[in-house]
Nanobody, 122 residues
Framework: QVHLVESGGGLVQAGGSLRLSCEAS????????MGWFRQASGKEREFVAA????????YYADSARGRFTISRDNAVNMVYLQMNSLKPEDTAVYYC???????????????WGQGTQVTVSS
């Protein structure tokens, strides 16, 4: 059973940085894609970034590209989301997600973490 646990959220001022972590367990992830999503209050959940575990290839939403970096540590099955130049509109609950690689990077994830709150003050 895949288990994902996020950490690293918090309150930060606009322009600041946070690094979110996702501890993944329950299987090997070599054939998986790992994603980060977010959901702001009153809005639908949206794709932020994804990483294909086997190759390390990364994918970003337009809102994240250039400011956020997704990465992994194979040795400890961790996925990270480094967020720089944060804006108030980045405020949301951020979720880690995983699924077997199918080619699609922003839909149909099977496994989800519980989420971590990120609040960016202006």
């Amino acid at each position: 059973q895949v288990h994902l646990v996020e950490s690293g959220g918090g309150l930060v001022q606009a322009g600041g940085s946070l690094r979110l972590s996702c501890e993944a367990s329950g299987r090997t992830f070599s054939n998986y894609v790992m994603g980060w999503f977010r959901q702001a209050s009153g809005k639908e959940r949206e794709f932020v970034a994804a990483l294909k575990w086997s190759s390390g290839s990364t994918y970003y939403a337009d809102s994240a590209r250039g400011r956020f970096t997704i990465s992994r540590d194979n040795a400890v099955n961790m996925v990270y989301l480094q967020m720089n130049s944060l804006k108030p509109e980045d405020t949301a609950v951020y979720y880690c997600a995983a699924k077997p690689w199918t080619g699609a990077i922003n839909t149909e994830y099977n496994y989800w973490g519980q989420g971590t709150q990120v609040t960016v003050s202006s």
